[in-house]
């Protein structure tokens, strides 16, 4: 595998790599949480960003793309080998968010639902974790291991409210509290929300 710049390997650790760990962790704990009753499109929206990062991270960690960065370019010989029973879902995702193909999906049962996006996220976050605490010690100190008002990623994103603990650091992603439910948010629930306008189905 080509070796990165020092610069490239500097801004991923620093910025591009917390940035998808945080937007994985925001939009899951916005799609997986029915208290929110989001509106369609809002759901829809964070859905359509959750299956972005899965795939970025995923496709990271799995060196899955010779022509971008991968978990190999910091660790010599590491690669993620997506387990059998995700292989599917993900290629359902990339299929049904990502591309508008002759095969994308309407029917609901062909669709990724949000207990499969959970066993997504699950196993990506946890094979994230795995790749840092492997890193080496003088890349692991140029992780930036939270997103939180003090970065810019943060500002820009308004993400500085991403489950802040009483240390002031994020919620970590194995302490979301995961919620399932079916079935389409209501309009009603939502008085700011134009219940006039045609209401967009749930991705």
């Known amino acids: 595998m080509k070796r990165l710049p020092q610069e490239a390997i500097d801004n991923h650790l620093r910025d591009h790599l917390p940035y998808e760990e945080g937007m ?37 960690l799995s060196n899955g793309d010779n022509n971008n960065v991968s978990a190999g370019h910091f660790i010599a010989g590491f690669k993620e080998r997506t387990p059998a029973n995700l292989t599917g879902p993900l290629g359902q995702l990339n299929n049904q968010v990502l591309h508008i193909g002759p095969t994308r999906p309407t029917e609901s049962e062909k669709k990724v639902n949000v207990e499969k ?28 291991k939270r997103i939180t008002k003090d970065t810019p990623a943060a500002m820009n994103l308004g993400l500085s409210n ?3 603990t009483a ?37």
Not at 35 to 41: A, F, Q, W
Not at 50 to 60: D, G, I, L, M
Not at 120 to 127: C, G, M, P, T, V
């Open 167 to 203: 240390s002031g650091g994020p919620t970590q992603a194995s302490n979301i509290t995961i919620q399932v439910t079916s079935g389409a948010p209501s309009s009603s629930a939502h008085p700011s929300f134009n219940s006039t306008s045609t209401m967009l189905p749930k991705k």
């Open 162 to 164: 991403l489950g802040s």
């Open 117 to 144: 996006a959970t066993e997504i996220y699950r196993w990506l976050s946890e094979k994230l974790e795995g790749f840092k605490n492997r890193l080496p010690s003088e890349m692991r100190e140029r992780w930036n």
């Open 24 to 60: 994985l962790r925001h939009t899951f704990s916005k799609i997986s949480d029915p208290s929110l009753k989001l509106p369609n499109e809002d759901w829809n929206a964070y859905y359509e960003s959750f299956a972005v990062h899965a795939r970025n991270v995923s496709t990271f």
